[in-house]
Nanobody, 126 residues
Framework: VQLQASGGGLVQAGGSLRLSCAAS????????MGWFRQAPGKEREFVAG????????PYGDSVKGRFTISRDNAKNMVYLQMNSLKPEDTAVYYC????????????????????WGQGTLVTVSS
């Protein structure tokens, strides 16, 4: 499975960005997908996840109510809509795939995801 994240950039606080992750190989429609982020000097943290059918979408506490994850299985794409961005959202954002097929629950730990994209940098200025 190959993952390609895009959509990062520089945005002012309060602004919005939409990240995209294109998947190829494997059976995308059966995988849970996750977005993680890593700020300089910090550990990689869970941001949002979505199960294979879109029926479960957990979020990290720091982004609840501001970020929305979605997927389009016909296009092998997963998205992260980020609104009301804050300087503390500045990080490299990674998409990841959990290839355990048709899991209902979404995993939230980095070690539980087998495939990772290259990351896209989001910088939020104050």
């Amino acid at each position: 499975v190959q993952l390609q994240a895009s959509g990062g950039g520089l945005v002012q606080a309060g602004g919005s960005l939409r990240l995209s992750c294109a998947a190829s190989g494997g059976t995308f429609s059966s995988y849970a997908m996750g977005w993680f982020r890593q700020a300089p000097g910090k550990e990689r943290e869970f941001v949002a996840g979505i199960n294979w059918g879109g029926g479960s979408t957990p979020y990290g506490d720091s982004v609840k109510g501001r970020f929305t994850i979605s997927r389009d299985n016909a296009k092998n794409m997963v998205y992260l809509q980020m609104n009301s961005l804050k300087p503390e959202d500045t990080a490299v954002y990674y998409c990841a795939a959990d290839p355990s097929p048709y899991r209902t629950a979404v995993r939230t730990r980095t070690a539980e995801y087998d495939y990772w994209g290259q990351g896209t940098l989001v910088t939020v200025s104050s």
